[in-house]
């Protein structure tokens, strides 16, 4: 304590008034997400509202549709399917479960995020129970030290999961902002194409560079684990870019998710060379498309990426998208239809490496041996 406070009287806390702070009620809701600024919300079992759609110059939900009839509907405005959104407050607290679409799937509860935890989790399960066993009345300090003594493809196959994650709730909150969006232009009357700005545009911008700074560190956690799994340093060949300047012809035999990478396209031989290797297809591109925003401009930078607007769909329906630009070898494009086309292109790889990996990829279920400290609070 400084010499100037001490002497000095208690500042006491005012109390001419005192107000409650409002806490949201205990509640959930479960959304279907589309591109445009389009979703669904669940009113009851099969039961869903669409929104927003102008009603008589107002922004309205409509309802009912089936999930047949919403995924006809859908496809006939080419509102492009994202997520299922499910969010909630408890005691006050937020949650939010996004379970994105994965391409090739009819089953999307458990994304690759989920997949990469599974397969984390699993991996450390049987010599982390052995060392928590020897442990009496363990502190909060000595299990946090002992979860954190991970082998090598836990610890990548963690990384991997949250960069997806990271990623998952870029896209989440990049759809959020559509839907914001589109709601406030129809409020306003602003359908007639005028493009617009406002004070949510930076965060905007920050989140389509977190969905390429996320998708990048996955690509490159995920080319670690697979160099491990052909016995090479990760701490070297840590990077996409390192793989393959690592990896020879020899070492395709040896292991599935390299297996699944030359399937789908993301390697090429050198020119003059039998041995080298080079990035190609989706690989290339979306790794030229990152270093675009992280080393050569962020998003934003350009004049008309800076202003969004509203197209109609059908308008007699009431049915409108929102359209924010992004120039690309000056060409524009909508900024959301860019990312959902690599988002979904980052899901099925991640899930096709998780099932190619081998490991178990089983939901972690604690039993009483799992149970090693319980504390207690009112």
Not at 16 to 32: I, K, M, N, V, Y
Not at 111 to 125: E, T, Y
Not at 243 to 252: G, K, M, N, S, T
Not at 297 to 320: K, Q, T
Request: glycine share 6%.
């Amino acid at each position: 304590m400084s010499t100037e406070a001490v002497g000095r009287s208690k500042v006491l806390v005012c109390q001419h008034q005192t107000r409650r702070l409002l806490r949201q009620s205990d509640g959930e809701a479960f959304f279907q997400i589309y591109s445009g600024g389009m979703r669904a919300a669940e009113s009851s079992d099969n039961a869903w509202l669409i929104e927003p759609v102008l009603d008589n110059g107002h922004p309205c939900a409509k309802g009912f549709m089936q999930n047949t009839q919403l995924q006809a509907f859908s496809n006939q405005y080419d509102f492009t399917f994202v997520a299922f959104n499910r969010i909630g407050w408890l005691k006050g607290n937020y949650h939010s479960s996004w379970c994105p679409y994965i391409p090739g799937q009819t089953n999307h509860l458990q994304g690759p995020a989920n997949l990469w935890s599974n397969l984390a989790g699993n991996l450390s399960r049987a010599p982390r129970a052995a060392g928590l066993a020897e442990m009496v009345q363990p502190t909060t300090e000595q299990i946090a030290a002992h979860f954190d003594n991970r082998t090598e493809a836990e610890r990548l196959a963690r990384s991997i999961s949250l960069s997806l994650r990271s990623m998952d709730i870029s896209v989440e909150q990049i759809a959020e902002f559509y839907h914001e969006q589109l709601v406030n232009h129809m409020a306003s009357d602003s359908l007639d194409g005028k493009r617009s700005s406002s004070t949510l545009d930076q965060t905007l911008f920050a989140h389509v560079h977190s969905f390429f700074m996320h998708l990048g560190a996955a690509r490159d956690y995920l080319a670690a684990f697979c160099a491990l799994r052909i016995s090479k340093d990760p701490h070297k060949v840590d990077s996409f870019a390192r793989l393959i300047e690592a990896v020879r012809p020899e070492d395709f035999a040896g292991d599935n998710i390299l297996q699944l990478f030359q399937a789908k396209g993301y390697f090429r031989q050198k020119l003059n060379s039998s041995l080298k290797f080079e990035a190609a297809g989706w690989m290339a591109e979306v790794t030229d498309l990152r270093n675009e925003f992280m080393h050569r401009r962020p998003y934003g930078d350009r004049f008309i990426e800076r202003m969004g607007f509203v197209r109609p769909v059908d308008s007699d329906a009431g049915l409108y998208r929102y359209v924010r630009p992004i120039v690309l070898k000056s060409v524009e494009a909508d900024v959301q239809n860019v990312i959902l086309r690599h988002y979904r292109e980052m899901t099925g790889l991640c899930h096709a490496a998780a099932v190619a990996s081998g490991n178990d990829l089983s939901v972690l279920a604690l039993t009483q041996a799992d149970i090693i400290s319980v504390k207690s609070e009112k």
